[in-house]
């Protein structure tokens, strides 16, 4: 069984920075597909990021593209969200998700199995 726990929100003033991290356990880490999704009230889930953990190869949204960025600490079965110049309008909760890497598009919510409970990201203006 794959559990994912996310940590790392909180409240932060526009501008600022924040990093996320979901820690995986419970399955084999090495190869998998790795994204963060975020939600906020109101508004459908949306994708942010991800990355394959065995080759680092990523994929960003756009609407974070150059301030948000991916990555991987095999070692210790950990995937990062670093958020940069935090706008408003980034305010959601994140949620961390695993999947096989060889399933479909990276952005696509059903190419994960697995989701983590979310954490809060508040940023004000």
């Known amino acids: 069984q794959v559990q994912l726990m996310e940590s790392g929100g909180g409240l932060v003033q526009a501008g600022g920075s924040l990093r996320l991290s979901c820690a995986a356990s419970?399955?084999?880490?090495?190869?998998?597909?790795m994204g963060w999704f975020r939600q906020a009230p109101g508004k459908e889930r949306e994708f942010v990021a991800a990355?394959?953990?065995?080759?680092?190869?990523?994929s960003t949204a756009d609407s974070v593209k150059g301030r948000f960025s991916i990555s991987r600490d095999n070692a210790k079965n950990t995937v990062y969200l670093q958020m940069n110049s935090l706008k408003a309008e980034d305010t959601a909760v994140y949620y961390c998700a695993r999947g096989p890497y060889y399933r479909g598009s990276y952005g696509s919510a059903s190419s994960y199995d697995y989701w983590g409970p979310g954490t809060q990201v508040t940023v004000s203006s």
């Open positions: 419970g399955s084999i880490f090495i190869d998998s597909l």
């Open positions: 990355i394959r953990t065995s080759v680092g190869y990523t």
